[in-house]
């Protein structure tokens, strides 16, 4: 006996197009606002997704991005970024100033294949080949890279 299942329709009603390669990973922003993505060339962009489409960074990484995540802490508006090379970058993206990248995971080595905050958006949790990394968000580290000039 046929159910008579919803039909939907999938289509595509807006598409993003550039010159940066394989485009490999895409995450929304907590609010719905703004859309990350990584490419194969290791490109880095966050986009507006209201009427104006900014593109608002855009930077170029060492290596391909292969996850996003945002910390979905409305206090603390960041976008992590694991690259193939097995680094982690955490962009702190300022609305009203200018954003700035540092590092986790430095020299990891293995790809990151994916990255998860837990619940309470204290701990980063990265799949790096065939290791589980799990990073302390609450301690920051001192190196800040100033990226006012990207964008």
């Known amino acids: 006996m046929a ?3 919803p039909q939907h329709d999938y289509s595509s009603f ?3 197009r550039g010159n940066f390669g394989s485009v490999l990973t895409v995450a929304f ?3 719905g606002t703004l859309v990350a993505y990584g490419t194969s060339e290791g490109v880095l962009r966050i986009e507006s997704l209201r009427d104006d489409g ?3 960074l855009d930077i170029k990484l060492r290596s391909a991005v292969t ?3 945002w910390n979905p802490d409305q206090a603390r508006t ?6 193939v090379n097995g680094h982690i970058h955490r962009v702190a993206y300022v609305p009203s100033g200018s954003p700035f990248m540092d590092s986790y995971g430095e020299g990891q080595g293995s790809p990151i294949n994916a990255l998860v905050i ?4 204290k701990i980063l949790i990265a799949a790096a080949g065939g290791m589980i990394c ?3 968000l609450e301690q920051q580290g001192d190196a800040e890279v100033n990226l006012g000039d990207s964008i």
């Open 54 to 56: 900014d593109l608002l």
């Open 29 to 31: 922003s907590p609010q």
């Open 118 to 121: 837990e619940q309470e958006s």
């Open 14 to 16: 807006h598409t993003m």
């Open 78 to 83: 960041s976008l992590f970024a694991g690259e």
């Open 134 to 136: 799990f990073y302390n």
């Open 67 to 69: 996850s996003l995540i």
């Open 3 to 5: 159910t008579n299942t």
